[in-house]
């Protein structure tokens, strides 16, 4: 199949104003060949002044290959479905609106796809950029809460629970045509924080004989801001985990009781470990982890509660 473009980088967009122009000059000032490539951003129903911005910025870089589209049916899995289909690149490689790709992002990716034609999806390092204060209940089980993804300095074929993040992504495009689109019955919507559209969608990859690979020098920045902390935010993101699993493992009964099995026996182990921060004195990491394990229980028992 002929493609316009190398790859097609896309950013899904919602309410993020403060963030997306510079998501999208983090790719365009990448020092790649402007010819090979075009930036692409959904918007997905904002009621800030993103879609302003994106007219704005569209009009005063006519030398960039840069267009945007408003997705209108709400939710993350729609928006990065649309960018799919909008896509004209061999190559679709997904940047989160809050996040800023790193010196050699586009580079990394291009290059690998061409040198491994049997891997189908790769995904890279997120490190987040906190732009507050860290509370002092935070730990190392909470880096999905803030997008924390770093699987080391090497590359490494990724095979099991382990999986890229939506903020640093990328797919070949026939990928889509052969395993299926993002699940629309997952992932956030609007304020909605339910998860595991990205869990499902490398799930039936891996299930198809693809390859996924993670690789450390496709780096990110991801913003965090002082709201990912608020307990409210935490309750409703972790049992998002819980209600995203439970939906995507929808009539089946068997995985149904043992993911469940799972969790339960992952609030066991927390508190094991939790023993830990107890005897270091540092009770606010134990209550928190304690309480992320139960809600992710309470966001499967009740999936309608996590959307």
């Given at each position: 199949?002929?493609?316009?473009?190398?790859?097609?980088a896309?950013?899904?967009?919602?309410?993020?104003?403060?963030?997306?122009?510079?998501?999208?000059?983090?790719?365009?000032?990448?020092?790649?060949?402007?010819s090979?490539?075009?930036?692409?951003?959904?918007?997905?129903?904002?009621?800030?002044n993103?879609?302003?911005?994106?007219?704005?910025?569209?009009?005063m870089?006519?030398?960039?290959?840069?267009?945007?589209y408003?997705?209108?049916?709400?939710?993350?899995?729609?928006?990065?479905?649309?960018?799919?289909h909008?896509?004209?690149?061999?190559?679709?490689?997904?940047?989160?609106?809050?996040s800023?790709?790193?010196?050699?992002?586009?580079?990394?990716i291009?290059?690998?796809?061409?040198?491994h034609?049997?891997?189908?999806?790769?995904?890279?390092?997120?490190?987040?950029?906190?732009?507050?204060?860290?509370?002092?209940?935070?730990?190392?089980?909470f880096?999905g809460?803030?997008?924390?993804?770093?699987?080391?300095?090497?590359?490494?074929?990724?095979?099991?629970?382990?999986?890229?993040?939506g903020?640093?992504?990328?797919?070949?495009?026939?990928?889509?045509?052969?395993?299926?689109?993002?699940?629309?019955?997952?992932?956030?919507?609007?304020?909605?924080?339910?998860?595991?559209?990205?869990?499902?969608?490398?799930?039936?990859?891996?299930?198809?004989?693809?390859?996924?690979?993670?690789l450390?020098?496709?780096?990110?920045?991801?913003?965090?801001e002082?709201?990912?902390?608020?307990?409210?935010y935490?309750?409703?993101?972790?049992?998002?985990?819980?209600?995203?699993?439970?939906?995507?493992?929808?009539g089946?009964?068997?995985?149904?009781?043992?993911?469940?099995?799972?969790?339960?026996?992952k609030w066991?182990?927390a508190?094991?470990?939790?023993?830990?921060?107890?005897?270091?004195?540092?009770?606010?990491?134990?209550?928190?982890?304690?309480?992320?394990?139960?809600?992710v229980?309470?966001?499967?028992l009740?999936?309608?509660?996590?959307k």
């Amino acid at each position: 199949m002929n493609y316009q473009y190398k790859v097609s980088a896309v950013i899904c967009s919602y309410n993020r104003a403060r963030f997306v122009i510079k998501a999208v000059e983090s790719i365009f000032n990448q020092g790649y060949d402007l010819s090979l490539f075009e930036v692409i951003v959904v918007d997905n129903n904002s009621t800030d002044n993103t879609v302003a911005l994106l007219e704005e910025y569209k009009n005063m870089h006519p030398q960039y290959n840069f267009s945007y589209y408003v997705e209108r049916n709400q939710g993350v899995a729609y928006a990065r479905n649309r960018c799919a289909h909008e896509a004209k690149g061999e190559i679709i490689a997904y940047l989160d609106d809050d996040s800023e790709a790193q010196p050699g992002w586009l580079n990394t990716i291009l290059s690998f796809f061409d040198t491994h034609p049997d891997v189908y999806s790769v995904g890279g390092l997120i490190t987040p950029r906190f732009l507050t204060g860290i509370p002092n209940w935070y730990s190392k089980y909470f880096n999905g809460l803030v997008g924390s993804f770093d699987q080391g300095p090497a590359v490494k074929q990724l095979t099991g629970e382990r999986y890229p993040c939506g903020a640093n992504m990328a797919f070949r495009k026939d990928a889509f045509e052969k395993i299926g689109y993002f699940n629309t019955l997952l992932g956030r919507s609007g304020t909605g924080l339910l998860a595991n559209e990205e869990k499902d969608i490398y799930k039936r990859i891996l299930a198809g004989g693809f390859k996924v690979y993670y690789l450390p020098s496709m780096s990110v920045l991801h913003a965090v801001e002082a709201n990912k902390f608020d307990t409210k935010y935490v309750r409703r993101h972790s049992m998002g985990i819980g209600g995203g699993e439970r939906l995507r493992l929808k009539g089946q009964t068997g995985a149904l009781i043992k993911k469940f099995i799972e969790y339960v026996a992952k609030w066991g182990y927390a508190i094991l470990y939790g023993i830990g921060f107890l005897l270091r004195g540092q009770w606010s990491k134990f209550y928190m982890l304690e309480r992320f394990r139960w809600w992710v229980i309470v966001g499967f028992l009740n999936p309608d509660g996590a959307k």
